[in-house]
């Protein structure tokens, strides 16, 4: 037997992966957007407002609370760098517990009309990097 | 006292590294014998390759045509193996003249039985497997 | 002591590249004097590493806040051990582990091949050498300095994330870390094979334990974080498809493939550039995956790269290293030519083939959902993100396969199998895994895949299972002996095989309990004391949870508000469970330590998702009481935990050295060395 039938099993292979690949990006992407580049969006375009979208901002200090509904929360997210660009979201579930004031968030759900964006996901941004920066430092009390 | 124990580092460092080159001591560049050749190594994996060969035949998982045309061919393939390292140590080219299949099974029964730990039979010399406690071709009780 | 590690660390950089230059060239000239050099700066550079490392812990254990690490990741009143584990906590500390654990592994290859393997030596040593260099020119220059100083010294440290005080966080990036970077030594060694010319399998045969043992550490590493996450994150699941647990995931999946083509190439004499692709591929996902995790290239794109150097001094060795390989392999093309041709799908080698095809296109599926968004942005200049369905839709189908070839690799033969044997060997399994699954159908489980699963699982472990048991009556009847021996004998002789097969076990048991979260339960409830929750399991009983009520303390680092609920399972009570929320002042952040009741089936998962009034708890304000917790039902999520227990039992059997090896004998003539020995080499 010559290899080359072995080729057509690799081309073959390949060909699933790459149709398992090509079906399932198509099925689930989404937009990955900052606030700027979301409310340029639904500027230019108003239908944006029934498409899912994801989006990373931060959490806009002191506007957390709690909504009407069984965990409920409500907050303000800004742009990372402008923060001027800021809009109000819900967030229907339990809270991860990283969750904070100016922790960074990407939040899965669509912009609706009113101008609150509603997520039925919210991830914050996690792992390896939690730092300090020198000015919390020395203020920080020795509580011992 | 940091300046010290830097200074110790250093020093420890710089001798080490140097040290080899001013003295001539040298690594060994090329290893002993007993690393296995490329011979000895297909070897090893032909011999390996029949073991598996007659257990999945005794436990049923190849069927007795499939067994003897596979072992024909590991034993073929073990025997080139086996000329490949007697020419190796011998420094001469191998041989290429065709076994007789006897000559094969033979052959290959006898590196086998070194390898597993079996005994050549004290009255005829017919190499037995290991755990046996008679020989195959005589008879004879093996100690 | 810290001042010394530091100063270690800038010593270590010089004689790395002494030792990357002299073996190269004493290798290239064959002068002895510069390998020995070479091979000594080796232990060298470990040792100074080691200084390195103690300084840091030493900084810690002292609270010397002046060190930028130091204040980021402790505080005075951090447990001991966690400001050991302080040294892996950060992005900066974790390199000089990753470091050190690489200069261990690297002295221990010198150490073991001081006699042995010499031709491979320098190269290998120049490779491994390069290699630590490298990282400690990151170390040192690319603002990643672990002993950094602020100027000044504050009062006191930020303290560690609560989130990494959890018992498998401080073992979980160890572990990970030590599969990295003992994955050196295979790729080390496979270059080395191509620089020095000695191009046959000895290479294979030198590395597949330390292959093994990479494996088994990634193995480890990735469940631990998988517990972590089960644990410590709050929401009853293990993996998110997160860009940092996939760059784990990539080089144990091509790792993993390696691990089965080596044996193609010992057994048959092919796919030689094959493995020295994947050895590469290997060493580069490792380097990848490191960096990935600590450098937050994946997560700061969106805003901006926080530290552009150190992701270009990374790209730029990922590349050169890329283009020295590819050149090299290409260079020695005309010797890696294979010996044989596949003869027939119908073998194990094609089998082997197919596992290897689909693993690689796990790893490029995973990979380009990892960067999509990149590669979206560098295109169409908007990032198009895939979330976990993506995952989900492609890997499961490809985990399907993969597990369905665990069970037939086992038994289809080398070279060519017949279609008459396979349907002997296979007409049981298939029936058995047939039947568990319509049985489950049977008693209302309907979700496809798991059910394709929960048949293929028992496809998998009735065909190991004969296989064992086959074995061991094989054995029995060959060489004389009874039974227990016989399977005793059987393991030990070819530890790898069988070893192999305990692993695929551990394995079955994971996917299993994978598809097991096709039947989680969960439900959020509003609870006063006194009231009640129900949840049902789908196992058919069901649990009753009364909420007791709440009360909060105050420890040393954190105060703590537990929920306290008793638990009925079918009216039965079974004892009590709490759930707690945490507050931590230090690093004004909360978080929540579920209730688990784990049972060999399931796990009985509790979340506390809000209480109404902390303050008021405090004040043991009666009416205060009110909670919403989340309870959920986890089926089979144990069975994760147990199977990596038998993973790395299996794992253990094959990394075993074989008796005949481990009393090697030392007697000189040629015809004595390949006594059992030789068997002993071949099968370990």
């Not at chain 2, 076994?99 to 005829?124: H, N």
């Not at chain 3, 439900?523 to 909060?552: K, M, N, R």
């Amino acid at each position: 037997m010559k290899n080359g039938r072995f080729y057509v099993g690799l081309v073959g292979v390949g060909l699933v992966v790459a149709y398992l690949v090509w079906t399932g990006v198509s099925d689930s992407m989404v937009y990955y957007l900052t606030p700027t580049e979301l409310v340029a969006k639904v500027a230019e375009d108003p239908a944006f407002h029934s498409v899912g979208v994801k989006v990373s901002g931060r959490v806009v200090s002191g506007t957390y609370s709690r909504g009407e509904r069984e965990l409920e929360h409500r907050f303000e997210v800004h742009d990372l760098e402008h923060a001027e660009v800021a809009f109000p979201a819900t967030y229907e579930g339990v809270l991860p517990d990283t969750f904070t004031d100016e922790i960074e968030v990407v939040l899965e759900g669509q912009f609706g009309e009113d101008g609150v964006f509603r997520a039925h996901t919210l991830l914050t941004k996690c792992g390896s990097r939690y730092e300090a920066s020198p000015e919390e430092l020395m203020g920080s009390e020795v509580s011992a | 006292m940091v300046i010290a124990g830097a200074l110790l580092l250093v020093g420890i460092t710089v001798f080490l590294i140097l040290q080899p080159v001013i003295s001539g001591e040298e690594a060994p560049l090329w290893s002993a014998k007993d690393d296995p050749t490329d011979a000895q190594f297909r070897k090893r994996v032909s011999l390996l390759q029949l073991r598996d060969a007659e257990y999945e035949y005794a436990m049923g998982k190849l069927g007795e045509e499939d067994y003897e045309t596979l072992r024909k061919e590991i034993s073929a393939e073990a025997l080139a193996a086996i000329r490949a390292e007697e020419a190796e140590s011998s420094g001469t080219e191998p041989r290429f003249e065709g076994p007789t299949d006897a000559d094969l099974e033979d052959e290959i029964a006898k590196v086998r039985s070194r390898l597993t730990g079996g005994a050549f039979c004290s009255q005829c010399g017919h190499p037995n497997p290991s755990g046996s406690r008679f020989c195959g071709d005589c008879g004879a009780a093996l100690s | 002591m810290t001042a010394l590690g530091e100063f270690a660390l800038w010593i270590a950089l010089p004689v790395s590249f002494w030792g990357m230059t002299m073996g190269f060239v004493g290798g290239r000239q064959g002068r002895g004097d510069l390998v020995l050099s070479a091979e000594r700066s080796v232990h060298i550079v470990f040792a100074l590493l080691v200084v390195a490392s103690l300084g840091i812990i030493n900084a810690f254990l002292t609270d010397q806040f002046q060190y930028w690490y130091v204040a980021n990741y402790s505080n005075r009143q951090l447990d001991v051990f966690f400001k050991i584990s302080g040294l892996w906590a950060g992005q900066r500390g974790s390199l000089v582990f990753w470091a050190v654990l690489l200069a261990l592994f690297s002295s221990v290859c010198v150490f073991l091949n001081r006699r042995r393997n010499r031709e491979f030596m320098p190269y290998v040593v120049g490779i491994l050498q390069g290699i630590l260099g490298f990282f400690i020119v990151v170390l040192l220059f690319a603002d990643v300095n672990p002993f950094e100083q602020l100027g000044f010294v504050p009062p006191d440290g930020a303290g560690l994330n609560p989130q990494l005080q959890n018992y498998w966080m401080t073992i979980h990036p160890p572990v990970l870390y030590l599969g990295f970077t003992a994955f050196s030594i295979p790729f080390a060694f496979a270059m080395s094979a191509l620089l020095s010319g000695r191009t046959d399998s000895r290479w294979i045969v030198l590395t597949r334990r330390w292959t093994l043992l990479s494996w088994f550490f990634l193995s480890n590493g990735i469940i631990f974080g998988m517990r972590w996450a089960y644990e410590e994150l709050g929401w009853g699941g293990y993996w998110f498809w997160d860009p940092v647990e996939n760059a784990s995931l990539l080089p144990w999946l091509t790792a993993t493939a390696f691990l089965h083509s080596i044996m193609i190439q010992e057994n048959r004499g092919m796919l030689k550039i094959w493995n020295m692709s994947l050895v590469l591929l290997t060493f580069l996902l490792t380097i990848f995956a490191t960096f990935l995790t600590r450098s937050g290239l994946i997560e700061s794109v969106h805003t901006f790269a926080e530290n552009t150097r150190i992701a270009m001094i990374f790209l730029a060795f990922m590349g050169s290293i890329f283009v020295a390989s590819v050149v090299l392999i290409v260079y020695r093309l005309p010797v890696l030519k294979a010996e044989n041709q596949i003869q027939s799908f119908l073998s194990r080698e094609a089998a082997f083939l197919l596992n290897n095809l689909i693993l690689l296109g796990a790893a490029f599926a995973v990979l380009w959902g990892t960067i999509f968004p990149l590669i979206s942005e560098g295109f169409t200049g908007t990032q198009i993100a895939v979330g976990p369905p993506f995952f989900n839709r492609v890997n499961i189908p490809i985990g399907l396969v993969l597990l369905a070839l665990t069970g037939i690799g086992p038994v289809i033969a080398w070279r060519r199998a017949t279609r008459r044997n396979l349907k002997r060997n296979f007409a049981i399994p298939v029936l058995v895994g047939l039947a568990v699954a319509a049985f489950l159908f049977g008693v209302g489980a309907r979700d496809g895949y798991a059910l394709i699963t929960f048949g293929l699982s028992s496809f998998v472990l009735t065909i190991i299972l004969v296989e064992f048991w086959k074995g061991t009556r094989a054995r029995a009847r060959i060489e004389g002996e009874g039974v227990l021996p016989a399977f005793l004998h059987l393991i030990s002789r070819n530890r790898r095989r069988w070893g192999g097969y305990i692993v695929h076990v551990g394995v079955v048991l994971i996917f299993t309990a994978f598809a097991g979260r096709a039947f989680e339960v969960k439900l959020t409830d509003t609870l006063e004391p006194g009231d009640t929750v129900s949840v049902a399991s789908p196992f058919g009983h069901d649990y009753t949870l009364t909420y007791q009520g709440i009360s909060s303390a105050r420890e040393a680092n954190f105060d703590r508000w537990v929920a306290l609920m008793s638990v009925d399972r079918n009216g039965e009570p079974v004892g009590s469970l709490s759930t707690e929320f945490r507050w931590y002042p230090s690093r004004q952040m909360s978080t929540k330590e579920v209730g688990v009741r784990s049972t060999l089936l399931e796990d009985l998962y509790v979340i506390l998702a809000e209480a109404e009034d902390f303050e008021g708890i405090v004040a043991n304000d009666p009416g205060a009481q009110r909670i919403i917790v989340e309870v959920q039902v986890n089926p089979l999520v144990g069975w994760i935990w147990y199977g990596g227990v038998i993973l790395t039992i299996g794992a253990l059997i094959g990394l075993w050295p074989a008796a005949e090896v481990r009393k090697r004998p030392t007697s000189q003539s040629a015809g004595d060395s390949e006594k059992p020995a030789a068997v002993g080499a071949v099968s370990a």
